[in-house]
């Protein structure tokens, strides 16, 4: 009100001029970005002959896959955790990294799984190994769920004799995009003697579901004020830039930042962007950065404001990133269900 009840000529110059500039270059950055995406898509269109070889990608070596492979279904791969095509190594040799220890070397019983999730299912392959000179009857692995997950199929029962080993498999079905636990007991029987193991749980990483996505502005707003459910996270910090910490947090959330480069230029103390995540669901997620440093050498604050369709995507990215920072400082999350929102504050 001061600026307009007493105008100046700076004052004027900045409201006239200076600002009309910079949505002239915001309209003109966004026009190329969408020129290059289109460009991009069109580039990408494979015709597709009637003799051309089908690539089975169950029956392929990472190292053998051509060009010729399906981009969906490369994608797909990279996104639950498969190896790269790029990968200079086999596919076998990063099984150790999936392998879940269940119970100690010294038990009765040693059990370790290695968790395959494919898309929409997680097979557990379990080996289980009798450590004892006793006979084990009517052994069985018990599955129970935590989250959105259902057990498919229910292993069966087994004899296992002395110092011998034998692989279970289970299969779970995932259902949505949430973290989940797998709960499991062994139950057997030796010398008339019923006997349980507890086994340690298996935690679901909710990325293995997620992809980076991107919209336009529209639709970023649309979806922003049609999703419910909200999770806000307090930032707190050791990183002291804030292009890094942008950078770090679409590393490990798989967010896409949709704020233009141009607009995130320049060293003025804060930032502020969009970013946007989907899952292999059709699951989209939005998030609203909005960091400060106070001092040059002050750490970045702030907050991240998640915003879904469902419950489950929202807290289960606010905790990914709780879990991101938490060796460096601890981050402290809330939701909320919303029902008006204002966005007029948003970039």
């Not at 669901?281 to 609203?288: H, Q, S, T, V």
């Not at 879904?308 to 990133?321: T, V, Y």
Request: proline letters at 2%.
């Amino acid at each position: 009100m001061k600026v307009l009840s007493e105008p100046s000529r700076l004052m004027t110059t900045i409201f006239g001029e200076n600002c009309r500039s910079s949505l002239q270059s915001m309209f003109a950055t966004l026009q190329q970005q969408e020129a290059k995406e289109m460009a991009a898509l069109d580039k990408k269109a494979v015709m597709i002959e009637k003799d051309d070889a089908i690539n089975f990608g169950q029956l392929l070596n990472r190292a053998e896959m051509s060009n010729k492979e399906n981009i969906l279904e490369a994608s797909l791969l990279q996104a639950v955790g498969s190896s790269s095509m790029k990968d200079k190594f086999d596919f076998s040799n990063t099984k150790l990294n999936k392998v879940t220890q269940l119970t100690g070397f010294s038990d009765f019983i040693y059990a370790e799984a290695y968790v395959n999730v494919n898309q929409f299912d997680i097979v557990l392959d379990i080996l289980v190994v009798n450590q004892n000179s006793d006979t084990l009857q009517n052994l069985i692995v018990e599955v129970a769920t935590l989250g959105d997950l259902k057990l498919a199929e229910k292993p069966t029962a087994v004899k296992m004799g002395p110092l011998n080993f034998y692989s279970i498999k289970a299969s779970v079905k995932v259902t949505s995009t949430a973290n989940g636990i797998i709960f499991r007991n062994i139950v057997y029987d030796v010398n008339n003697t019923h006997s349980v193991v507890v086994l340690n749980d298996i935690h679901i990483d909710v990325m293995d579901y997620i992809v980076s996505a991107s919209c336009t502005d529209v639709e970023f707003r649309k979806m922003w004020q049609e999703f419910e459910w909200e999770n806000k996270v307090s930032v707190n910090t050791s990183i002291t830039d804030l292009r890094e910490y942008l950078k770090h947090l679409c590393a490990t959330t798989n967010l896409k930042c949709l704020t233009p480069e141009k607009a995130l230029s320049g060293d003025c103390g804060f930032m502020a962007a969009n970013l946007q995540a989907r899952s292999i669901f059709g699951e989209d997620a939005l998030a609203n950065l909005s960091i400060e440093k106070l001092t040059p050498e002050s750490p970045v604050t702030g907050h991240i404001r998640l915003r879904a369709k469902s419950q489950g995507m929202a807290l289960s990215l606010g905790d990914k990133i709780n879990l991101s920072q938490k060796v460096e400082s601890p981050i402290t999350t809330h939701y909320s269900q919303m029902q008006t929102i204002d966005l007029t504050g948003l970039a």
